[in-house]
């Protein structure tokens, strides 16, 4: 008896969790404290601030939005077009993108060779969503 409530605790847990990650259990996983560490390595081009971009445009409110589309930035003709042709910032596409970005998206001006472990690129989605990249209610 016990034992089975448990267990419908956690499957309430994580269907809690899916509705918050956009249906994700695995992404839900990134330690947002470790994620800013990992997330030095985009301040060079990158801020969470609102409209200020540096090498590369703001990430405010990335998730849930068209790749390329941030006002005020010139993107590439590849990134953009990308966009065009449906890509959006879920975390997911975010997770795949970072671990080549140049892979991903061929021909785009980020010159950032990726995040090789997926614990890194977890870490960062999570620091990312949690300081201003969530989407915008
Ligand atoms: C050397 C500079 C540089 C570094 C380092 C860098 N980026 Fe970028 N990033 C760019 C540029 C430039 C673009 C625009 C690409 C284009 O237009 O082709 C971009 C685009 C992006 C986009 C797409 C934004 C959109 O609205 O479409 C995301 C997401 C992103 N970067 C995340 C990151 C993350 C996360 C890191 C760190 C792990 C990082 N970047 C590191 C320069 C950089």
């Not at 016990?2 to 990650?21: I, N």
């Not at 996983?29 to 990992?38: I, L, M, S, T």
């Not at 390595?41 to 969470?48: D, E, L, N, T």
């Amino acid at each position: 008896m016990v034992r089975l409530r448990v267990v419908a605790g956690v499957v309430g847990l994580s269907l809690a969790g899916g509705v918050l990650f956009t249906g994700s259990a695995a992404l839900a996983e990134g330690d947002p404290a470790k994620g800013q560490r990992v997330f030095r390595q985009c301040q060079a081009c990158h801020v969470m601030q609102e409209g200020m971009h540096r090498v590369g445009p703001s990430l405010h409110g990335v998730f849930g939005r068209q790749a390329g589309v941030v006002e005020g930035f010139r993107f590439s003709k590849p990134h953009a077009d990308a966009g065009t042709n449906g890509l959006v910032w879920t975390e997911e596409v975010m997770f795949d993108y970072l671990e080549n970005p140049r892979r991903y998206i061929p021909g785009n001006r980020m010159a950032f060779a990726g995040l090789r472990r997926p614990q890194d690129r977890l870490d960062v989605i999570a620091y990312i969503r949690e300081n201003g990249g969530a989407a915008a209610e």
